[in-house]
C-alpha cells in the first residue's frame, strides 16, 4: 500500500503570518553560512491554505504546529493566533508553544501556554555545537540549573517538550530525562545528526531511545545533507526507527522549512519508500497513529 493511501499526520508544520508577528530569522539581511543556509526562498508568509496546497494528493488528518521562532516576546501572540485558527478551521489540531526554559518567569510563560486548549507542549530549541557555525544559541543552555527547573516545570502543566539539539548533547539531557518520566519528549528532526559524526548521532539517539518517555520525528534531512538524496538519508531513517521502534518514530514534513531542501512530495515519497518493507500497522503507525497518540490528538483515523 502507498503512504499516499494512508491517513498521515503531519507532526512537524509551522505556519506564520509576517504582517501579523515577528520572526527575525525570516528577516533579512539574510545570510547562507548558518545552519539552515539562507532563508530568504520561505521569508514570506505562509498559512493554513499554503501548506494545504503544499501537501495536496496526501491524505492530511491533523497537524501538529511547532513553534515557529516568533520573537520571544510574540510567543503567546502566536499560541493565540494558531488557537483562533484552530477553533475555526480545525487545524492545527496540536500547537506546541515556545518557552525559554531557563526564563525565571518560565512558571507564567507555560500556564499562559497551557491556558489554550490546542497547546500540548513547548519547544525551546537548544542546538549547541563546537563548531559554532552550527550553534543556535551561544553555550550549552541544557547544562545550566535554571533549564533543568524549566524543563521540571513541564509535567505540572501537562505538557511535553519538542526537543531540538544535537547528538553530542543528548547524554547529558537524557539523565535530565529520565528523572522526570512524566514528561513526554518527541525528539525533532531525526535527531539532528551532522555529517561524519554517525557515531555520535547513534550513541545519542539510544541514550534517548532508552528512556520509554521519549519518540523521535523523521524529518529534517536537510540539516544533514544539502542537498540530499535517498541513498544519504536512508541510513538515518532506518537506524532510527530502529532505535526506537516503529511505535516511537513518527513521520513530518518540517514544512515550509524542509521547503528549503526539497518539495513536500519530495520528502514524503522517499519516506514511503525507504519505509515499504515495513507492515502495514507499522507504517500506519509512522505516517499518523503515533502522531495521533504521542501529542493526544484525539482523531478518529
Known sequence: MMARDLPFVDAHVHLWDLDRISYPWLTPPFADDGPNGSVEPIARTYLLDDYLADAEGWDVRGIVHVDAGAAPEAALAETEWLQAMADERGMPNAIIGFAALDDPQIEARLAAHAAHPAVRGIRHIVNWHPDSRRSYTPRDVTEDPAWAHGFAALGRYGLSFDLQAYPGQFAGIAR???????????????????????????????????????????????????????????????EAIEIFGADRALFASDFPTDKLFGSFAGHLDAYDAITRGFSDDERRALFAGNANRIYRLGLRL
Request: charged share 15%; hydrophobic share 50%; net charge positive.
Open 176 to 238: 535530565l530525562i529520565a528523572r522526570h518520566p512524566e514528561v513526554q519528549v518527541i525528539v525533532n528532526h531525526t535527531g539532528m545528526a551532522v555529517p561524519g559524526e554517525w557515531d555520535l548521532w547513534q550513541a545519542g539517539m539510544r541514550a534517548l531511545a532508552a528512556l520509554p518517555n521519549v519518540a523521535t520525528k523523521l524529518s529534517g534531512m536537510g540539516f544533514t545533507h544539502r542537498p540530499w538524496t535517498q541513498a544519504q538519508i536512508r541510513p538515518y531513517v532506518l
